[in-house]
T-cell receptor, first 112, second 108 residues
Framework: DAGVTQSPTHLIKTRGQQVTLRCSPK?????VSWYQQALGQGPQFIFQ???????QRGNFPDRFSGHQFPNYSSELNVNALLLGDSALYLC???????????FGQGTRLTVV | KNEVEQSPQNLTAQEGEFITINCSYS?????LHWLQQHPGGGIVSLFM???GKKKHGRLIATINIQEKHSSLHITASHPRDSAVYIC??????????FGTGTSLTVIP
């Protein structure tokens, strides 16, 4: 079992650009959550997807959007990138109605 | 105020020492995770607990639901234990709230 996989591992973008990050959940997991972790900070919840719908959302602007596909994989899209969007983006998957969660290695986004 | 507070923020210990990291939270929870994050980013869940105590090797985690407090203990610490340890609680809506982490350095 590959666990939770995220791609790419590192990414450099220019301010104002758009970025798409991808996450494949652990086998058997249908719930995917995304988190942003700024340097030296704990992760912050962005949103959670279940059954291809956004179920919960943290305090992030509409520039942050997502999608979940029928195979439960998920994408995080960020538009109009700001320097402050530079962070580690973590994806976690869990079985529905269960609190166990597994994290991916993260995507390190740098906005210049 | 953060929903989850950890202490200390930074901790340096000599190899072999007994280490305690504390976590207090202010929201209703269904469970609590202790996470380990090494340089480079990857997060590993060490424990998930909703009551009592769990032990895995040299690691022990306890939780007191009434006092909204949890502790992570490391016995006979080793340099490979050096990492950031994050307390995360799962709210009643299945949403994670994270502490800012405790950076542990174990010196040989």
């Amino acid at each position: 079992d590959a666990g939770v996989t995220q791609s790419p591992t590192h990414l450099i973008k220019t301010r104002g650009q758009q970025v798409t990050l991808r996450c494949s959940p652990k086998s058997g997991h249908d719930t995917v959550s995304w988190y942003q972790q700024a340097l030296g900070q704990g992760p912050q919840f962005i949103f959670q997807y279940y059954e291809e719908e956004e179920r919960q959302r943290g305090n992030f602007p509409d520039r942050f959007s997502g999608h979940q596909f029928p195979n439960y994989s998920s994408e995080l899209n960020v538009n109009a990138l700001l320097l402050g969007d530079s962070a580690l983006y973590l994806c976690a998957s869990s079985p529905s109605m269960n609190t166990e969660a597994f994290f991916g290695q993260g995507t390190r986004l740098t906005v210049v | 105020k953060n929903e989850v507070e950890q202490s200390p923020q930074n901790l340096t210990a000599q190899e072999g020492e007994f280490i305690t990291i504390n976590c207090s939270y202010s929201v209703g929870i269904s469970a609590l995770h202790w996470l380990q994050q090494h340089p480079g980013g990857g997060i590993v869940s060490l424990f998930m607990l909703s009551s009592g105590k769990k032990k895995h090797g040299r690691l022990i985690a306890t939780i007191n639901i009434q006092e909204k407090h949890s502790s992570l203990h490391i016995t006979a610490s080793h340099p490979r234990d050096s990492a950031v340890y994050i307390c995360a609680v799962i709210g009643t809506g299945n949403q994670f709230y994270f502490g800012t982490g405790t950076s542990l350095t174990v010196i040989p």
